[in-house]
């Protein structure tokens, strides 16, 4: 983070869309990690802080909602965007409560995300 860098965290168990979001972050000069398994997400996030956080909510062996609970509890000023193929209102309603920042249905266009992310990143920059 010293470089200034925005730094982001993607949790998703569908490995394109890491693939797909990872490059097309990394050329607008983000700093980008991605995970597919919600353990592997949250052992990276007890080390180190990031700005960002981008998850899925139904994934194998992890319940999305618990992860960005718990990211939320550690950094409370990380934003977290969750995307889902499962949006209901409910899920929805219980993100915000949660103070989830944003929240996407699948699929997604990669210039949604990125204006989602961009207006987090804003949001962070004016603290």
Do not use: W
């Not at 991605?34 to 062996?61: P, S, Y």
């Not at 889902?84 to 219980?94: I, S």
């Amino acid at each position: 983070m010293s470089n200034g860098q925005t730094s982001i965290l993607i949790l998703d168990d569908e490995p394109i869309v890491s693939k797909r979001l990872k490059p097309s972050l990394e050329k607008k000069g983000y700093e980008v990690e991605t995970f597919t398994k919600g353990a592997d997400a949250l052992q990276r996030v007890r080390e180190r802080h990031f700005d960002i956080v981008v998850t899925d909510l139904k994934m194998e062996g992890v319940d999305g909602m618990q992860f960005l609970s718990e990211v939320k509890e550690k950094y409370p000023d990380t934003e977290v965007i969750v995307i889902t193929g499962f949006a209901t209102m409910a899920t929805a309603k219980e993100s915000f409560n949660k103070g989830v920042f944003d929240f996407l249905a699948k699929p997604f266009k990669l210039g949604e995300i990125a204006e989602v992310i961009a207006k987090a990143e804003a949001k962070i920059k004016k603290g």
